[in-house]
């Protein structure tokens, strides 16, 4: 007997910690409590249906009732939801046959296997529900800005926890080259995505994607945030740089002083945020060709020619812009393209001495350059030697896919052409 009572008190402390633990409300916590009671009794009995199953978590215990139809005695066919008369006035000695006899059961007399089916029951639904709670509350927080601690950094991705206790993962592609977090420290991301295969819930965050980005403008700058100046796209080289396009409606709102700050005191602090990565603010406009020519920022266009169908632009600038127009590493006219949704190539512009001298077809250097690599050349758009000249030695490399000592080669060959 004292070890039955053992149960009983072994399974109400086992409700105190779900109840405790749990981020569970009432409601939701007795119907799950029920259902994990009724599921046993289906199991054991083979129905539930004439149990009362009455649950209170807020003292952790619990009651169960069965409820069966009092007969004559020997006339039981199922023990369950029958009981004899003599049996039935044992409860209560004004019973009668017809009447129903509702009698308190202790479960644990239905023994151990019965016991450990419960909590194991309880305990899958009651995960169940932490997962569905888990991601309803972080679908919901997709692209927001969360800031949690770090619980533990690995090679391929970074352990955080939030508030609540529950786990979010930094893979080592969602973070900003230079990102260095310890154990302990806060660190601040976007909500990427919420995967839940199995209805196992893992949150994706991000500190590269353009909306973790777009949430620090907000929050830095009232004016984005108060609908007075719209960000119309956001171009990021993670730990790089970035390009943002913003507009106003406000004809007495500058959109890039105001995201800027005075003394670039609000865009300081999103940059340190984002490891010195460097930021472009720039007007945008719905002009084409104007949009692209502030993109290409410090760079000054001289003219340019767009292909609207295939989207794709030809860029003229002066000897001295191409560099600029290209940037560190091809940044710049990366960003420029990613931001206008153009693929642009940018040109030198002929001098007039340039344009005196006879052009060659590409095609006439057979004899010193492999055709393969002409053809190549000639499959991004450049069909003669000074146009090649032209050409900015990073594009010939990265959009004819040559080596670059094969570039210089070629390089030389043109040139020495025209030296002669």
């Not at 970074?158 to 302990?184: A, C, T, V, W």
């Not at 590409?362 to 055709?371: A, P, V």
């Not at 190549?376 to 040559?402: F, H």
Request: proline content about 3%.
């Amino acid at each position: 007997m004292a070890k039955k009572n053992q149960e009983q008190v072994n399974l109400i402390d086992t409700f105190k910690d779900f109840k405790e633990t749990k981020n569970i409300d009432r409601t939701t916590l007795v119907s799950v409590l029920e259902d994990s009671f009724r599921s046993v009794l289906q199991k054991t009995f083979g129905s539930d249906e004439n149990f009362d199953v009455i649950v209170n978590p807020d003292k952790g215990d619990f009651e169960i009732y069965r409820n069966r139809t009092v007969v004559a005695d020997g006339e039981v066919t199922n023990e369950n939801a029958e009981i004899g008369l003599s049996d039935a006035q044992k409860i209560g000695d004004d019973f009668e046959i017809g009447e129903e006899v509702s009698e308190k059961i202790n479960f644990a007399d239905f023994g151990r296997r019965a016991i450990l089916n419960l909590r194991q029951t309880m305990a899958s639904k009651i995960l169940d529900l932490e997962h569905d709670n888990l991601y309803n509350k972080y679908v919901d927080k997709v692209g927001t800005i969360i800031s949690a601690e770090v619980y533990q950094v690995w090679k391929r991705e970074m352990l955080l926890m939030d508030d609540e206790g529950n786990e979010l993962l930094l893979p080592k592609s969602e973070q900003i080259p230079g990102d260095f977090f310890r154990k302990g420290e806060a660190a601040r991301a976007v909500v990427l995505r919420v995967d839940n295969l199995n209805n196992n819930p893992k949150i994706i965050l991000s500190r590269t994607a353009p909306e973790f980005l777009m949430r620090l403008l907000e929050q830095e700058v009232p004016e984005i945030n108060d609908g007075l100046i719209t960000v119309h796209k956001i171009a990021r080289i993670p730990g790089e740089r970035a390009k943002i396009a913003v507009e106003s409606y406000n004809d007495r709102i500058d959109p890039v002083g105001a995201c800027v700050g005075v003394k670039g005191s609000r865009i300081h602090g999103i940059v340190r945020e984002l490891h010195n990565e460097n930021i472009d603010v720039i007007n945008y406009t719905s002009n084409a060709k104007l949009f692209i020519q502030r993109a290409l920022s410090p760079a000054s266009v001289s003219s340019i020619n767009l292909n609207e169908e295939e989207k794709k632009a030809e860029v003229y600038l002066q000897p001295d812009q191409v560099s600029l127009a290209i940037g560190k590493n091809g940044h710049n006219i990366k960003l420029a393209s990613m931001l206008t949704g153009y693929t642009i190539d940018v040109f030198r512009e002929r001098t007039g001495e340039e344009e005196d001298d006879e052009d060659i077809y590409l095609d006439e250097f057979k004899d010193e350059i492999d055709e393969w690599i002409i053809d190549a050349i000639k499959g991004i758009g450049l069909e003669t030697a000074k146009s090649v000249l032209s050409a900015p030695r990073a594009m010939l490399v990265e959009k004819a896919d040559l080596e670059e000592d094969t570039v210089d080669e070629v390089l030389g060959i043109l040139r020495a052409e025209f030296d002669e």
